[in-house]
């Protein structure tokens, strides 16, 4: 039994995608105008969902039922 649910998965990566655009965003200020605790919080959120993604894509990848290798 998987303990995942693949349907989620377009939600994450969209957050993913904009905590992205929201990171580029905060490293394109000058130096001086960056709030690093922001930088901070989305780099940890963005590793936490990146981590969540690659869990959900290999929790359902076809496998043979035989031997669980993946096909």
């Known amino acids: 039994m998987k303990r995942t649910i693949p ?10 995608d904009d ?3 929201r990171i580029r965003q905060e490293t394109d200020k000058p130096k001086k105008e960056r709030s690093k ?6 780099l940890a959120e963005a590793k936490r969902i990146k981590k969540a993604i690659r ?3 290999e ?3 076809a496998r043979c039922p035989h031997c ?3 096909i």
């Open 37 to 42: 605790h922001k930088l901070k919080g989305f």
């Open 55 to 57: 869990e959900v894509r």
């Open 59 to 61: 929790d359902h990848k």
């Open 68 to 70: 669980h290798k993946e």
């Open 19 to 21: 905590l992205k655009k």
């Open 7 to 16: 349907n989620y998965l377009q939600v994450f990566e969209r957050k993913l």
